[in-house]
């Protein structure tokens, strides 16, 4: 088999052996020739790996160790909040009584589940400050999508339809555009001022009777708190719009502050961000949509809702925009959110807020002497630095980003924001030592070191990774995702 420092090889095949032993036939043989439509069979047996299962075991086996997780190492990853995911979580979406569920058994018998569904909505509605949740959308885009077709169904219900835009700042995270877009409307960009926040003077230049809604994080994705936040959700009320709250990371305001006291409509999470959920490799998630009350008769339906003491599934909602998603969402995802929020409760939330803050600041001020900042105000859960100095050097972010994986780290987000030169974009989050946070510091400032003094060592980054400098694109294009025979 491979070496550890060696690529692994994917086709290995030795035809005969097998990695199963299944049980004699039991069962009288059918033919499914006649079972099936005669496109469906196949004319030639599959061409699949031949491996024992000690072969296959290690190579999973390999593969995993050679993937970098939040439980083997740092992962910085801004805008993303990849946050320790507590094992209590996964206990708690085992039981029997959950796990084993199945979608479609009565409402009678699956009160424990949708007590847990209506009370994960009633936490989150406090924790939002809005007046009712769905818990149906199974990611934050998904999340955004759903909100923006509340959005447009409520304007509808109004007779109001010549709101065919959403303006979106340029410092929003790609998904906020490109949900406006299949939600069927015109993105467009609002500027952000030189301290990094919404230019006002440009909004107020793009709000019109045009105007369906302002999509916004807050804290933006530089970190910042939008100071005029009652002034910004003000000028879209009374141009008669809504705003959304993207909301994925909510890990700088969580027990602190609101989105519904800040003047917003409609707010998406991220369970799988900031409540623990674990994410990365596409799933499963969860990306319940917050509203306030005008914006409740278009909730998707079922709506889970309690009766007397019963819980229900309320179908009979004639101004819903529909099911987003088969059953109730990610039902596994909610269950660890739950876990999450009754394990910590709102004083362990507060904590949350006030740790993810601390550290993201302690970190920014540690760095400050060697990377550009382009924004010198405190920071909240997450900050950018410019690689602007290093570039100058020969040395690009992304070289810098690559060289950190020489040292166990994953590299942090960078080249987003868009509207910050050689972005470097970092969120410790709260649940890091301070041992944790000092030594990717002293990686960091060591790099800053040897891009003066070695940059090659920079350049030529990673080292010790089994693959060093892909071909990103070539990757992105034509990726080979199946055995070859
Ligand atoms: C992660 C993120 C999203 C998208 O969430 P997905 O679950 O990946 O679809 C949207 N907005 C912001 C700010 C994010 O960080």
Redesign the pocket.
Known sequence: MHKENQPLIFEVSTPGRVGYSLPEFDVPEVDIAGLLPQGYIREEEAELPEVSELDIMRHYTALSRRNHGLDSGFYPLG???MKYNPKINEAVARFNGFAHLHPLQDESSVQGALELIYDLQEHLTEITGMDAVTLQPA????G?WTGLMLIRAYHEANGDSGRTKVIVPDSA?G??PASSVVAGFEAVTVKSNEKGLVDLEDLRKVVGPDTAALML?NPN?LGLFEESILEITEIIHDAGGKVYY?G??LNAVLSKARPGDMGFDVVHL?L??TFTGP?GGGGP?S?PVGVKADLIPFLPKPVVAKSGDQYVLDYDRPQSIGRVKPYYGNFGINVRAYTYIRSLGPDGLKAVTEYAVLNANYMMRRLEPYFDLPFTKHCKHEFVLSGKRQKKLGVRTLDMAKRLLDFGYHPPTIYFPLNVEECIMIEPTETESKETLDGFIETMIQIAKEAEQNPEIVQEAPHSTVIGRLDETKAARTPVLRYQK
């Open positions: 805008s993303c909040t990611a934050g885009a998904h955004e995270h998904t906020n994080t994705t993207d994925a990371n991220n799988h961000k994410h998630g990306g």
